[in-house]
Structure formats: C-alpha cells, structure tokens
C-alpha cells in the first residue's frame, strides 16, 4: 500500500495455521443431513442430491474466509452387499493444506464427501 511518501507499506495477509478438519467435517455432515435425510435412495435425484450437497459445502467452506481453495466431491450409492470403496492420494504441504472425508449413510444409501484445502500462498 503506498502511503503518499514513497514508500510502499505490506499489509499482512491471513496466514493459514493449517486446515481445521473437524470444522470442515462438522460443515459437509450438516450438508448431506439437510439434503439426504429423510430420503430414500432415488436415481432420478441423485445428480440434484450430489451437487446441492458438493455446492452447499463449498458455499459454507468459503464463507469461513480462510487463505483456501476447496475441491469438494461427493458419490451417493444405493446400499448393497458390494459395498462401496473409495481412495485418494495428494501431494502437497501437509503442514497447511488438508483433507476430510465424511461418511453418511441410511438404510437405503451411503454417500462419502472428500474435501480438498490447499492453502493460498501469497
């Protein structure tokens, strides 16, 4: 910022302390219990239940206004004997950026939330 005497002034910037997983989860759990409850699985919802699960979350996250950028996915399956598997990997600075994954389920379906957060760095 530049003070009118020539001299240019750096305000500070919100560092990231490193990603609060438990808010996040509180977050996402709040989400899919608004979307999801009381519902049984459906086809015919499930691209509507995904993404007003995905953009609530993300809604919610950045909101928090912390230095972040999110990626949040979401996958609805009906319950069965298969079971329902899922697996990530990342490469990134594990002292700011981070991940939380939240587990839903009813009688009817399960659906698994990732979230991403990968610090902003300025």
Not at 38 to 50: A, P, R
Not at 52 to 73: C, D, F, N, P, R
């Amino acid at each position: 910022v530049d003070r009118g005497l020539g001299v240019l002034v750096a305000l500070p910037l919100p560092l990231p302390v490193g990603f609060n997983a438990e808010e996040a989860h509180n977050i996402v759990k709040e989400c899919v219990d608004g979307v999801l409850g009381g519902e049984d699985y459906n086809h015919n919802n499930i691209n509507q239940w995904t993404a007003s699960i995905v953009e609530q979350s993300l809604t919610h996250l950045v909101k928090l206004g912390k230095a972040y950028k999110y990626i949040v996915t979401c996958a609805v399956v009906q319950k069965s004997a298969y079971g329902f598997h899922t697996a990530s990997s990342c490469f990134w600075d594990t002292t700011s950026d981070g991940t939380c994954t939240v587990r839903w389920e009813n009688r009817t379906m399960n659906c698994i939330v990732n979230v991403f957060a990968i610090a902003i760095v300025l």
